[in-house]
Protein backbone atom coordinates (compact mmCIF):
# COMPACT_ATOMS: atom_id res chain seq x y z
CA UNK A 1 0.00 0.00 0.00
CA UNK A 2 2.63 2.35 0.35
CA UNK A 3 4.07 2.15 -3.21
CA UNK A 4 2.49 5.48 -5.39
CA UNK A 5 1.47 4.10 -8.69
CA UNK A 6 -1.23 5.27 -11.37
CA UNK A 7 -3.61 2.22 -12.11
CA UNK A 8 -7.27 1.93 -11.29
CA UNK A 9 -9.31 1.01 -8.67
CA UNK A 10 -12.74 0.61 -7.90
CA UNK A 11 -13.63 0.92 -3.97
CA UNK A 12 -17.26 0.54 -2.49
CA UNK A 13 -18.29 3.45 -0.63
CA UNK A 14 -21.32 3.45 1.43
CA UNK A 15 -21.07 7.32 3.09
CA UNK A 16 -19.83 5.38 6.50
CA UNK A 17 -16.67 6.44 8.39
CA UNK A 18 -14.97 2.87 7.45
CA UNK A 19 -15.31 3.22 3.61
CA UNK A 20 -14.16 6.94 3.40
CA UNK A 21 -10.74 5.66 5.31
CA UNK A 22 -10.87 3.09 2.42
CA UNK A 23 -10.72 5.95 -0.18
CA UNK A 24 -8.26 8.20 1.55
CA UNK A 25 -6.04 5.35 1.94
CA UNK A 26 -6.60 3.76 -1.73
CA UNK A 27 -5.77 7.40 -2.98
CA UNK A 28 -2.68 7.60 -0.67
CA UNK A 29 -1.33 4.91 -2.24
CA UNK A 30 -1.53 6.40 -5.50
CA UNK A 31 -4.91 5.14 -7.40
CA UNK A 32 -6.94 6.43 -9.57
CA UNK A 33 -10.63 5.77 -7.39
CA UNK A 34 -13.77 4.79 -9.30
CA UNK A 35 -16.20 4.69 -6.22
CA UNK A 36 -19.20 2.91 -6.33
CA UNK A 37 -22.33 3.39 -4.17
CA UNK A 38 -25.18 1.01 -3.70
CA UNK A 39 -29.05 2.31 -4.15
CA UNK A 40 -30.53 -0.77 -2.50
CA UNK A 41 -33.43 -0.09 -0.57
CA UNK A 42 -32.04 0.86 2.66
CA UNK A 43 -34.38 2.41 4.98
CA UNK A 44 -32.87 6.28 3.94
CA UNK A 45 -30.71 8.01 1.47
CA UNK A 46 -28.56 9.85 3.86
CA UNK A 47 -25.72 7.99 3.34
CA UNK A 48 -25.94 8.15 -0.20
CA UNK A 49 -25.70 11.95 0.05
CA UNK A 50 -23.22 11.37 2.41
CA UNK A 51 -21.25 9.16 -0.28
CA UNK A 52 -21.35 11.59 -2.46
CA UNK A 53 -19.79 14.24 -0.25
CA UNK A 54 -16.96 11.87 0.51
CA UNK A 55 -16.00 11.02 -3.24
CA UNK A 56 -16.34 15.31 -3.82
CA UNK A 57 -14.16 16.02 -1.09
CA UNK A 58 -11.48 13.37 -1.46
CA UNK A 59 -11.74 13.49 -5.22
CA UNK A 60 -12.44 10.77 -7.43
CA UNK A 61 -12.04 10.04 -11.09
CA UNK A 62 -15.73 8.88 -11.33
CA UNK A 63 -18.75 8.18 -9.06
CA UNK A 64 -21.44 5.55 -9.68
CA UNK A 65 -24.73 4.90 -7.59
CA UNK A 66 -25.62 1.26 -8.81
CA UNK A 67 -29.65 0.55 -8.13
CA UNK A 68 -30.93 -2.37 -7.27
CA UNK A 69 -33.56 -3.52 -4.68
CA UNK A 70 -32.83 -5.83 -2.26
CA UNK A 71 -35.93 -5.37 -0.69
CA UNK A 72 -37.46 -7.98 -3.26
CA UNK A 73 -36.45 -10.57 -0.72
CA UNK A 74 -36.70 -9.13 2.61
CA UNK A 75 -34.84 -10.40 5.60
CA UNK A 76 -33.43 -7.45 7.42
CA UNK A 77 -34.11 -4.32 9.49
CA UNK A 78 -31.60 -2.02 6.97
CA UNK A 79 -34.07 -2.82 4.40
CA UNK A 80 -37.61 -3.77 6.02
CA UNK A 81 -39.93 -2.30 9.07
CA UNK A 82 -38.03 -4.06 11.17
CA UNK A 83 -37.45 -1.42 14.22
CA UNK A 84 -33.36 -1.22 14.97
CA UNK A 85 -32.29 -2.26 18.18
CA UNK A 86 -31.07 0.86 20.07
CA UNK A 87 -29.37 1.08 23.65
CA UNK A 88 -27.60 -2.49 23.56
CA UNK A 89 -24.81 -3.23 25.43
CA UNK A 90 -21.42 -4.40 23.44
CA UNK A 91 -21.92 -7.90 24.61
CA UNK A 92 -25.43 -8.35 23.03
CA UNK A 93 -23.76 -6.42 19.52
CA UNK A 94 -20.94 -9.01 19.95
CA UNK A 95 -23.04 -12.11 19.87
CA UNK A 96 -24.82 -13.59 17.34
CA UNK A 97 -25.50 -12.08 13.71
CA UNK A 98 -26.89 -8.85 13.81
CA UNK A 99 -30.64 -8.22 12.78
CA UNK A 100 -29.05 -5.52 10.86
CA UNK A 101 -27.24 -8.53 8.39
CA UNK A 102 -28.16 -8.24 4.39
CA UNK A 103 -28.18 -11.38 3.27
CA UNK A 104 -25.77 -12.10 0.41
CA UNK A 105 -25.05 -7.87 0.61
CA UNK A 106 -21.01 -7.70 0.53
CA UNK A 107 -21.09 -10.57 -2.17
CA UNK A 108 -23.72 -9.07 -4.34
CA UNK A 109 -21.52 -5.69 -4.24
CA UNK A 110 -17.84 -7.16 -4.86
CA UNK A 111 -19.81 -9.06 -7.70
CA UNK A 112 -20.88 -5.72 -9.36
CA UNK A 113 -17.83 -3.95 -8.45
CA UNK A 114 -16.37 -6.96 -9.70
CA UNK A 115 -18.26 -6.74 -13.09
CA UNK A 116 -17.34 -2.44 -13.21
CA UNK A 117 -13.87 -3.36 -12.32
CA UNK A 118 -13.75 -6.22 -15.20
CA UNK A 119 -15.43 -3.03 -17.39
CA UNK A 120 -12.22 -0.47 -16.18
CA UNK A 121 -9.77 -2.98 -16.75
CA UNK A 122 -8.55 -2.97 -13.43
CA UNK A 123 -8.30 -6.07 -11.11
CA UNK A 124 -8.41 -4.24 -7.73
CA UNK A 125 -10.81 -3.25 -5.31
CA UNK A 126 -11.13 -1.82 -1.89
CA UNK A 127 -13.79 -3.13 0.75
CA UNK A 128 -13.91 -0.97 4.41
CA UNK A 129 -15.13 -4.33 5.61
CA UNK A 130 -14.05 -4.94 9.40
CA UNK A 131 -13.90 -8.00 11.02
CA UNK A 132 -13.27 -6.57 14.88
CA UNK A 133 -16.29 -4.74 15.01
CA UNK A 134 -18.55 -6.62 12.64
CA UNK A 135 -17.40 -10.25 14.47
CA UNK A 136 -21.40 -11.25 13.42
CA UNK A 137 -21.64 -10.59 9.86
CA UNK A 138 -19.88 -13.83 7.97
CA UNK A 139 -19.63 -11.52 4.65
CA UNK A 140 -16.67 -9.46 6.54
CA UNK A 141 -14.67 -12.05 7.55
CA UNK A 142 -11.32 -12.34 6.19
CA UNK A 143 -12.07 -15.86 4.92
CA UNK A 144 -15.04 -14.68 2.70
CA UNK A 145 -12.61 -12.49 1.10
CA UNK A 146 -10.37 -14.81 0.16
CA UNK A 147 -12.72 -16.93 -0.99
CA UNK A 148 -14.36 -14.45 -3.37
CA UNK A 149 -11.08 -12.98 -4.87
CA UNK A 150 -10.57 -16.53 -5.85
CA UNK A 151 -13.93 -16.07 -7.26
CA UNK A 152 -13.03 -13.13 -8.75
CA UNK A 153 -9.93 -14.90 -10.20
CA UNK A 154 -11.91 -17.65 -12.09
CA UNK A 155 -14.75 -15.86 -13.15
CA UNK A 156 -13.55 -13.04 -15.41
CA UNK A 157 -11.39 -12.57 -18.87
CA UNK A 158 -8.33 -12.36 -16.42
CA UNK A 159 -9.14 -15.30 -14.66
CA UNK A 160 -9.37 -17.61 -18.08
CA UNK A 161 -5.58 -16.54 -18.51
CA UNK A 162 -4.79 -18.24 -15.07
CA UNK A 163 -2.65 -15.68 -13.76
CA UNK A 164 -4.26 -14.63 -10.35
CA UNK A 165 -4.47 -10.67 -10.92
CA UNK A 166 -7.32 -9.90 -8.79
CA UNK A 167 -6.59 -8.09 -5.64
CA UNK A 168 -9.63 -7.63 -3.06
CA UNK A 169 -7.55 -4.97 -0.43
CA UNK A 170 -9.50 -4.82 3.05
CA UNK A 171 -6.78 -2.58 4.52
CA UNK A 172 -9.06 -1.87 7.56
CA UNK A 173 -10.44 -5.70 8.51
CA UNK A 174 -8.17 -6.12 11.87
CA UNK A 175 -8.23 -2.39 13.08
CA UNK A 176 -10.43 -1.69 15.51
CA UNK A 177 -12.47 1.51 15.19
CA UNK A 178 -10.39 4.11 16.91
CA UNK A 179 -7.19 2.97 14.34
CA UNK A 180 -9.30 3.18 11.83
CA UNK A 181 -10.24 6.67 12.83
CA UNK A 182 -6.78 7.51 14.01
CA UNK A 183 -5.86 6.56 10.38
CA UNK A 184 -8.33 8.74 8.55
CA UNK A 185 -7.54 11.94 10.82
CA UNK A 186 -4.02 11.27 9.89
CA UNK A 187 -5.04 11.88 6.00
CA UNK A 188 -7.37 14.50 6.26
CA UNK A 189 -10.64 12.65 6.17
CA UNK A 190 -13.37 15.15 6.65
CA UNK A 191 -15.83 12.51 9.01
CA UNK A 192 -18.45 15.22 9.25
CA UNK A 193 -18.96 14.55 5.77
CA UNK A 194 -19.84 10.81 6.62
CA UNK A 195 -23.38 8.94 7.89
CA UNK A 196 -23.13 5.74 10.38
CA UNK A 197 -26.38 6.34 11.96
CA UNK A 198 -28.75 3.00 11.03
CA UNK A 199 -32.00 5.26 12.02
CA UNK A 200 -31.73 8.88 11.53
CA UNK A 201 -34.40 11.54 12.40
CA UNK A 202 -36.20 12.95 9.47
CA UNK A 203 -33.18 15.98 9.22
CA UNK A 204 -30.49 13.06 8.67
CA UNK A 205 -29.67 13.51 12.45
CA UNK A 206 -27.74 10.46 14.15
CA UNK A 207 -29.90 8.85 16.58
CA UNK A 208 -26.65 8.07 18.79
CA UNK A 209 -28.25 5.03 20.51
CA UNK A 210 -28.23 2.51 17.41
CA UNK A 211 -24.71 -0.01 17.53
CA UNK A 212 -23.14 1.75 14.21
CA UNK A 213 -23.70 4.92 16.23
CA UNK A 214 -22.78 3.42 19.75
CA UNK A 215 -18.91 1.83 17.42
CA UNK A 216 -18.53 5.38 15.98
CA UNK A 217 -19.00 7.05 19.35
CA UNK A 218 -16.73 4.59 21.29
CA UNK A 219 -14.43 4.63 18.99
CA UNK A 220 -13.65 8.34 18.59
CA UNK A 221 -14.03 8.38 22.65
CA UNK A 222 -10.52 6.24 22.16
CA UNK A 223 -9.28 7.96 19.56
CA UNK A 224 -9.23 10.99 21.65
CA UNK A 225 -11.04 12.98 19.11
CA UNK A 226 -14.53 14.75 18.40
CA UNK A 227 -16.47 13.10 16.31
CA UNK A 228 -17.91 16.28 14.50
CA UNK A 229 -21.38 15.32 13.20
CA UNK A 230 -24.40 16.11 15.24
CA UNK A 231 -25.96 13.56 17.36
CA UNK A 232 -30.11 13.79 18.41
CA UNK B 1 -30.62 -35.50 -8.33
CA UNK B 2 -33.55 -38.85 -8.45
CA UNK B 3 -34.65 -38.61 -4.50
CA UNK B 4 -37.83 -37.12 -3.72
CA UNK B 5 -37.80 -34.85 -1.56
CA UNK B 6 -40.24 -31.25 -0.75
CA UNK B 7 -37.36 -28.75 0.24
CA UNK B 8 -37.31 -25.03 -1.87
CA UNK B 9 -34.80 -24.76 -4.33
CA UNK B 10 -34.12 -21.08 -6.13
CA UNK B 11 -33.45 -21.90 -9.81
CA UNK B 12 -32.34 -19.12 -12.07
CA UNK B 13 -34.52 -18.46 -15.17
CA UNK B 14 -33.59 -16.65 -18.46
CA UNK B 15 -37.07 -17.68 -20.52
CA UNK B 16 -33.52 -19.75 -22.78
CA UNK B 17 -33.69 -23.39 -23.66
CA UNK B 18 -31.12 -24.73 -20.97
CA UNK B 19 -32.68 -22.87 -17.73
CA UNK B 20 -36.20 -24.38 -18.92
CA UNK B 21 -34.63 -27.59 -18.93
CA UNK B 22 -33.26 -26.59 -15.57
CA UNK B 23 -36.81 -25.83 -14.09
CA UNK B 24 -38.12 -29.45 -14.83
CA UNK B 25 -35.45 -30.92 -13.69
CA UNK B 26 -35.43 -29.66 -10.50
CA UNK B 27 -39.26 -30.17 -10.31
CA UNK B 28 -38.64 -33.65 -11.45
CA UNK B 29 -36.09 -33.96 -8.28
CA UNK B 30 -39.17 -32.76 -5.98
CA UNK B 31 -38.03 -29.31 -5.31
CA UNK B 32 -40.81 -26.60 -5.13
CA UNK B 33 -39.46 -23.67 -7.15
CA UNK B 34 -38.23 -20.37 -6.52
CA UNK B 35 -37.23 -18.88 -9.69
CA UNK B 36 -35.75 -15.42 -9.90
CA UNK B 37 -35.19 -13.76 -13.65
CA UNK B 38 -33.44 -10.86 -14.58
CA UNK B 39 -34.32 -7.25 -16.16
CA UNK B 40 -30.71 -6.33 -16.35
CA UNK B 41 -31.16 -4.05 -19.32
CA UNK B 42 -30.50 -6.57 -22.05
CA UNK B 43 -31.49 -5.46 -25.37
CA UNK B 44 -34.90 -6.68 -25.22
CA UNK B 45 -37.45 -8.19 -23.59
CA UNK B 46 -38.80 -11.13 -25.15
CA UNK B 47 -36.72 -13.42 -23.10
CA UNK B 48 -38.40 -11.82 -19.83
CA UNK B 49 -41.90 -12.83 -20.95
CA UNK B 50 -40.11 -16.33 -22.20
CA UNK B 51 -39.21 -16.67 -18.43
CA UNK B 52 -42.65 -15.69 -17.30
CA UNK B 53 -44.15 -18.16 -19.79
CA UNK B 54 -41.70 -21.18 -18.98
CA UNK B 55 -42.59 -20.66 -15.02
CA UNK B 56 -46.34 -21.10 -15.71
CA UNK B 57 -46.25 -24.21 -17.42
CA UNK B 58 -43.42 -25.99 -15.63
CA UNK B 59 -45.31 -24.63 -12.58
CA UNK B 60 -43.39 -22.86 -9.70
CA UNK B 61 -44.17 -21.50 -6.19
CA UNK B 62 -43.34 -18.22 -6.93
CA UNK B 63 -41.33 -15.96 -9.64
CA UNK B 64 -39.21 -12.91 -9.33
CA UNK B 65 -37.54 -10.37 -11.74
CA UNK B 66 -35.08 -9.06 -10.02
CA UNK B 67 -34.25 -5.35 -11.52
CA UNK B 68 -30.52 -4.52 -12.26
CA UNK B 69 -28.83 -1.98 -14.88
CA UNK B 70 -25.59 -3.77 -15.82
CA UNK B 71 -25.96 -0.51 -18.62
CA UNK B 72 -24.42 1.55 -15.97
CA UNK B 73 -20.91 -0.35 -16.94
CA UNK B 74 -21.20 -1.49 -20.30
CA UNK B 75 -19.13 -3.99 -21.69
CA UNK B 76 -21.31 -6.34 -23.66
CA UNK B 77 -22.82 -7.19 -26.64
CA UNK B 78 -25.93 -7.79 -24.70
CA UNK B 79 -26.88 -4.96 -23.07
CA UNK B 80 -24.72 -2.34 -25.66
CA UNK B 81 -24.90 -1.21 -28.76
CA UNK B 82 -22.47 -3.34 -30.15
CA UNK B 83 -23.79 -5.47 -33.61
CA UNK B 84 -24.26 -8.86 -32.38
CA UNK B 85 -21.97 -11.17 -34.44
CA UNK B 86 -23.50 -13.24 -37.59
CA UNK B 87 -23.35 -16.41 -39.04
CA UNK B 88 -20.11 -16.80 -37.43
CA UNK B 89 -18.34 -20.58 -38.15
CA UNK B 90 -17.97 -22.72 -35.07
CA UNK B 91 -14.75 -22.81 -35.46
CA UNK B 92 -15.09 -19.24 -34.75
CA UNK B 93 -17.55 -19.46 -32.01
CA UNK B 94 -15.53 -21.62 -29.77
CA UNK B 95 -12.48 -19.35 -29.98
CA UNK B 96 -11.87 -16.47 -27.29
CA UNK B 97 -14.51 -14.90 -24.91
CA UNK B 98 -17.25 -13.89 -26.95
CA UNK B 99 -18.39 -10.62 -27.90
CA UNK B 100 -22.18 -11.53 -25.81
CA UNK B 101 -19.91 -12.40 -22.45
CA UNK B 102 -21.46 -9.73 -19.98
CA UNK B 103 -18.41 -9.17 -17.28
CA UNK B 104 -19.29 -10.75 -13.72
CA UNK B 105 -22.95 -11.65 -14.77
CA UNK B 106 -23.58 -15.16 -13.66
CA UNK B 107 -21.31 -13.86 -9.88
CA UNK B 108 -23.86 -11.09 -10.06
CA UNK B 109 -26.64 -13.07 -9.97
CA UNK B 110 -25.79 -16.16 -8.52
CA UNK B 111 -24.77 -13.72 -5.66
CA UNK B 112 -28.99 -12.39 -5.84
CA UNK B 113 -29.67 -16.20 -6.12
CA UNK B 114 -27.87 -16.76 -3.09
CA UNK B 115 -29.37 -13.63 -1.48
CA UNK B 116 -33.03 -15.09 -1.96
CA UNK B 117 -32.29 -18.55 -0.86
CA UNK B 118 -30.77 -17.48 2.42
CA UNK B 119 -34.25 -15.59 3.13
CA UNK B 120 -36.23 -18.54 2.01
CA UNK B 121 -34.17 -20.47 4.10
CA UNK B 122 -32.77 -22.89 1.41
CA UNK B 123 -29.04 -23.57 -0.01
CA UNK B 124 -30.16 -25.16 -2.95
CA UNK B 125 -29.93 -22.62 -6.31
CA UNK B 126 -29.68 -24.32 -9.65
CA UNK B 127 -28.17 -22.51 -12.63
CA UNK B 128 -28.49 -23.94 -16.53
CA UNK B 129 -24.90 -22.79 -17.34
CA UNK B 130 -22.68 -25.24 -19.54
CA UNK B 131 -18.99 -25.75 -20.14
CA UNK B 132 -19.53 -27.45 -24.01
CA UNK B 133 -21.19 -24.83 -26.08
CA UNK B 134 -20.04 -21.91 -23.72
CA UNK B 135 -16.59 -22.97 -23.46
CA UNK B 136 -15.57 -19.27 -24.00
CA UNK B 137 -17.66 -17.69 -20.54
CA UNK B 138 -15.28 -17.97 -18.01
CA UNK B 139 -18.43 -18.30 -15.72
CA UNK B 140 -19.54 -21.19 -17.11
CA UNK B 141 -16.69 -23.53 -16.17
CA UNK B 142 -17.25 -26.13 -13.21
CA UNK B 143 -14.06 -24.64 -11.48
CA UNK B 144 -16.52 -21.31 -11.30
CA UNK B 145 -19.17 -23.16 -9.68
CA UNK B 146 -17.39 -24.96 -7.24
CA UNK B 147 -15.27 -21.76 -6.20
CA UNK B 148 -18.79 -19.77 -5.72
CA UNK B 149 -20.44 -22.81 -3.79
CA UNK B 150 -17.18 -22.23 -0.98
CA UNK B 151 -18.21 -18.17 -1.03
CA UNK B 152 -22.05 -19.04 -0.41
CA UNK B 153 -20.40 -21.71 2.50
CA UNK B 154 -18.60 -18.33 3.79
CA UNK B 155 -21.11 -15.69 3.10
CA UNK B 156 -23.68 -16.43 4.55
CA UNK B 157 -25.60 -17.33 8.35
CA UNK B 158 -25.26 -21.15 8.05
CA UNK B 159 -21.43 -20.73 6.45
CA UNK B 160 -20.59 -19.36 9.54
CA UNK B 161 -22.00 -22.57 11.44
CA UNK B 162 -19.45 -24.12 9.37
CA UNK B 163 -21.53 -26.78 7.80
CA UNK B 164 -21.33 -26.62 3.76
CA UNK B 165 -24.73 -27.00 3.24
CA UNK B 166 -24.41 -24.42 0.03
CA UNK B 167 -25.34 -26.36 -3.51
CA UNK B 168 -25.11 -25.18 -6.53
CA UNK B 169 -26.86 -27.75 -8.96
CA UNK B 170 -25.68 -27.28 -12.27
CA UNK B 171 -27.22 -30.69 -14.16
CA UNK B 172 -26.47 -29.15 -17.60
CA UNK B 173 -22.87 -28.47 -17.18
CA UNK B 174 -21.54 -31.05 -18.91
CA UNK B 175 -24.29 -32.12 -21.34
CA UNK B 176 -24.50 -31.35 -25.42
CA UNK B 177 -27.19 -28.91 -26.44
CA UNK B 178 -29.26 -32.09 -28.25
CA UNK B 179 -28.64 -33.95 -24.70
CA UNK B 180 -30.54 -31.09 -23.10
CA UNK B 181 -33.01 -31.09 -25.55
CA UNK B 182 -33.56 -34.63 -24.98
CA UNK B 183 -33.87 -34.73 -21.63
CA UNK B 184 -36.15 -31.28 -21.41
CA UNK B 185 -38.53 -33.49 -23.74
CA UNK B 186 -38.43 -36.82 -22.00
CA UNK B 187 -39.54 -34.19 -19.26
CA UNK B 188 -42.49 -32.70 -21.29
CA UNK B 189 -40.96 -29.49 -21.31
CA UNK B 190 -42.88 -27.24 -23.92
CA UNK B 191 -39.37 -25.25 -25.67
CA UNK B 192 -41.72 -23.35 -28.09
CA UNK B 193 -42.20 -21.27 -25.04
CA UNK B 194 -38.94 -20.58 -24.57
CA UNK B 195 -36.23 -17.70 -26.16
CA UNK B 196 -32.60 -18.66 -27.36
CA UNK B 197 -31.91 -15.33 -30.10
CA UNK B 198 -29.60 -12.34 -29.07
CA UNK B 199 -31.10 -9.85 -31.88
CA UNK B 200 -34.73 -10.85 -32.13
CA UNK B 201 -36.66 -8.91 -34.83
CA UNK B 202 -39.28 -6.13 -32.79
CA UNK B 203 -42.31 -9.03 -32.99
CA UNK B 204 -39.72 -10.92 -31.05
CA UNK B 205 -38.98 -13.67 -33.75
CA UNK B 206 -35.62 -14.87 -33.64
CA UNK B 207 -32.93 -14.49 -36.13
CA UNK B 208 -31.90 -17.91 -36.43
CA UNK B 209 -28.08 -16.68 -37.39
CA UNK B 210 -26.64 -15.14 -34.21
CA UNK B 211 -24.54 -17.66 -32.15
CA UNK B 212 -27.42 -18.99 -29.47
CA UNK B 213 -29.58 -19.28 -32.79
CA UNK B 214 -27.41 -21.46 -34.36
CA UNK B 215 -26.59 -23.31 -31.40
CA UNK B 216 -29.69 -24.10 -30.51
CA UNK B 217 -30.92 -25.16 -34.69
CA UNK B 218 -27.80 -27.28 -34.25
CA UNK B 219 -28.91 -28.95 -30.93
CA UNK B 220 -32.44 -29.49 -32.36
CA UNK B 221 -31.00 -31.49 -35.46
CA UNK B 222 -28.70 -33.68 -33.47
CA UNK B 223 -31.73 -34.33 -31.13
CA UNK B 224 -33.70 -35.25 -34.03
CA UNK B 225 -36.62 -33.32 -32.86
CA UNK B 226 -38.26 -29.84 -34.30
CA UNK B 227 -37.68 -26.83 -32.66
CA UNK B 228 -41.29 -25.62 -32.46
CA UNK B 229 -40.12 -21.98 -32.34
CA UNK B 230 -40.94 -19.46 -35.73
CA UNK B 231 -37.46 -18.33 -37.25
CA UNK B 232 -37.04 -14.98 -39.62
Redesign the interface.
Known sequence: MNQKNSSKAVILVSGGLDSATVLALAKDAGFDLYAISFDYGQRHQFELQAAENVCNSIGVKKQ?T?????R????SALTDEIDVPKDRENSEMESD?PIT????????F???A???A???GTEEIFLGVNAVDYSGY??C?P??IK??Q???N????S??EGNDKWKIHTPLISLSKSEIIQKGLSLGVDYGLTHSCYDPNPQGISCGRCDSCKLRLKGFEEANAMDPIKYQ
Chains 1, 2 share one sequence.
Open positions: IFKLDLAFGGIYVPARNTILSIMGWETLPDREFAFNVALATRGV
